[in-house]
């Protein structure tokens, strides 16, 4: 049993950064990739950035040079630093460990303009 516990989000004016948080329990961490998607009112949702358990990173083209995907498997605990933040960026956040059908319960992410 994996849990995925997400913090960080908030509210934030445009322009500015956030970092999300995602701690995993269980001895899967180190070896599934791990993602972020976003869900905003009445949209899908959709995938923001993933990384693989060798450090490669994949992002959507709205968040490219603006935020950051990163693991650390010491800590068990995926990263997303968010910097420039839009509007358009408003969703709930979820982490998932890919493949595996593991998801967290999501944090609010707020860009105010």
Same mark, same amino acid.
């Given at each position: 049993q994996v849990q995925l516990v997400e913090s960080g989000g908030g509210l934030v004016q445009a322009g500015g950064s956030l970092r999300l948080s995602c701690a995993a329990s269980g001895?899967? !961490? $180190? /070896?599934?990739?791990?993602?972020? %998607? @976003?869900q905003a009112p009445g949209k899908q949702r959709e995938l923001v950035a993933s990384i693989n358990r060798g450090g490669v990173t994949n992002y959507a083209d709205? =968040? *490219?040079? @603006? !935020?950051? /995907? $990163? @693991? #650390?498997?010491? *800590?068990?605990?995926v %990263?997303?630093?968010?910097?420039?933040? *839009?509007p358009? #960026? +408003?969703?709930v %956040? %979820?982490?998932t460990m890919s493949y595996t059908g593991y998801w967290g319960q999501g944090t609010q992410v +707020? =860009?105010?303009?």
């Open positions: 001895s899967s !961490f $180190s /070896i599934n990739p791990m993602a972020w %998607y @976003r709205s =968040v *490219k040079g @603006r !935020f950051t /995907i $990163s @693991r #650390d498997s010491a *800590k068990n605990t %990263y997303l630093q968010m910097n420039s933040l *839009k358009e #960026d +408003t969703a %956040y %979820y982490c +707020t =860009v105010s303009s």
